[in-house]
């Protein structure tokens, strides 16, 4: 994927999802997540192919091996770019993800499958006391990101602030894709481990999720291009 960043499609509506992207002269790389997928199912995302743009499945799956498994073998033939689910499942369960993705996989090519180490609304607070997972934060997500190269996914999902860590554990071909971005002057709204495009430039992210500092933009497109120079400068 030659783009660096993801654009959020959190819309509620068909007619906002689709007078947004009508704003984009150019395919982009979206994340479609549970809220357009609940809504509309999973028949927008041939949709959003058909316009030409590549997509990102957030569904975060987490469940038992087998079902993982099957479940990826379904979402493998949906012809999407990336899938993802929760480290938290085990390494078992991320094995039998690739299983599934490989099986299922269209014209023999799987989608890309990357593994959410902890949400960037989670704290250390929050994990300590009430997942009752002990330590740092940054432990658990090296932790987790070693534990999914070890099952051979290609990459996690992490905050910004991780994302050096995990390339000196894992390697630098460990994809780190990492939501959680704002411009300077945006609100972090439910978010705790918050960045900017040009701090996730510096420490080595590779790919950034950016949602309403886009969606809610005044020019949408201009802001997109904006902060995708600041991600592809040399």
Same mark, same amino acid.
């Given at each position: 994927?030659?783009?660096?960043?993801?654009? $959020?499609?959190?819309?509620?509506?068909?007619?906002?999802?689709?007078?947004?992207?009508?704003?984009?002269?150019?395919?982009?790389?979206?994340?479609?997540?549970?809220?357009?997928?609940?809504?509309?199912?999973?028949?927008?995302? %041939?949709?959003?192919?058909?316009?030409?743009?590549?997509?990102?499945?957030?569904?975060?799956?987490?469940?038992?091996?087998?079902?993982?498994?099957?479940?990826?073998?379904?979402?493998?033939?949906?012809?999407?770019?990336?899938?993802?689910?929760?480290?938290?499942?085990?390494? *078992?369960?991320?094995?039998?993800?690739?299983?599934?993705?490989?099986? @299922? $996989?269209?014209? @023999?090519?799987?989608?890309?499958?990357?593994?959410?180490?902890?949400?960037? %609304?989670?704290?250390?607070?929050?994990?300590?006391?009430?997942?009752?997972?002990?330590?740092?934060?940054?432990?658990?997500?090296?932790?987790? $990101?070693?534990?999914?190269?070890?099952?051979?996914?290609?990459?996690?999902?992490?905050?910004?602030?991780? *994302?050096?860590?995990?390339?000196?554990?894992?390697?630098?071909?460990?994809?780190?894709?990492?939501?959680?971005?704002?411009?300077?002057?945006? %609100?972090?709204?439910?978010?705790?481990?918050? *960045?900017?495009?040009?701090?996730?430039?510096?420490?080595?992210?590779?790919?950034?999720?950016?949602?309403?500092?886009?969606?809610?933009?005044?020019?949408?497109?201009?802001?997109?291009?904006?902060?995708? *120079?600041?991600?592809?400068?040399?």
């Amino acid at each position: 994927m030659n783009e660096k960043t993801i654009v $959020a499609l959190d819309f509620s509506t068909r007619e906002d999802l689709f007078a947004f992207l009508s704003k984009f002269e150019e395919p982009i790389y979206v994340k479609i997540g549970m809220e357009l997928t609940y809504a509309f199912g999973l028949d927008i995302i %041939s949709e959003i192919r058909q316009l030409g743009h590549h997509i990102f499945l957030d569904l975060k799956l987490h469940d038992i091996p087998n079902t993982v498994k099957q479940a990826m073998k379904n979402l493998a033939r949906l012809d999407v770019d990336i899938v993802n689910l929760h480290c938290a499942g085990g390494i *078992a369960m991320m094995k039998a993800a690739i299983e599934g993705l490989e099986e @299922g $996989a269209v014209d @023999g090519k799987r989608p890309l499958c990357i593994g959410v180490t902890q949400l960037t %609304s989670t704290s250390k607070e929050a994990m300590n006391e009430e997942l009752g997972i002990p330590g740092e934060v940054i432990d658990c997500v090296i932790k987790y $990101a070693k534990n999914a190269k070890a099952a051979g996914l290609d990459g996690v999902v992490c905050s910004v602030h991780e *994302a050096r860590a995990i390339h000196e554990a894992c390697g630098n071909d460990f994809l780190t894709v990492t939501p959680g971005i704002r411009l300077a002057d945006d %609100s972090k709204d439910d978010q705790k481990r918050v *960045a900017t495009p040009a701090f996730a430039k510096e420490q080595g992210c590779d790919h950034i999720v950016v949602g309403r500092s886009i969606t809610k933009s005044a020019d949408p497109l201009e802001t997109y291009r904006t902060i995708e *120079a600041i991600m592809e400068a040399e």
